[in-house]
Nanobody
Framework: QVQLVESGGGLVEPGGSLRLSCATS????????MAWYRQAPGKQRELVARITSGGRTNYADSVKGRFSISRENAKNMVYLQMNSLKPEDTAVYYC???????WGQGTEVTVSS
């Protein structure tokens, strides 16, 4: 069956960095656009970044210039490098095979001093 497993979340101070990873199995990874979403307490889930099967990327305005999404097809992995983190980046971050029902369980990111 299809599995997506996120890792790399944690507590970081403002201005710090984290790298999230998403390990996938059970799907033809290279054929899918992959995306990271996040959901902060009391807010709706929102798109953070997307990478197409061809490697094209797009980002939410709030993270442009700070976050970078990448993929490694040989390992069925997708990553989210997050730099210059702000308290408003605090959320649970989810990996998904875009436009499918396949989601990971989420990894929590807390940005606080």
């Amino acid at each position: 069956q299809v599995q997506l497993v996120e890792s790399g979340g944690g507590l970081v101070e403002p201005g710090g960095s984290l790298r999230l990873s998403c390990a996938t199995s059970g799907l033809r990874f290279s054929s899918y656009s992959m995306a990271w979403y996040r959901q902060a307490p009391g807010k709706q889930r929102e798109l953070v970044a997307r990478i197409t099967s061809g490697g094209r990327t797009n980002y939410a305005d709030s993270v442009k210039g700070r976050f970078s999404i990448s993929r490694e097809n040989a390992k069925n992995m997708v990553y989210l490098q997050m730099n210059s983190l702000k308290p408003e980046d605090t959320a649970v971050y989810y990996c998904t095979a875009d436009l499918t029902a396949y989601w990971g369980q989420g990894t929590e990111v807390t940005v606080s001093s």
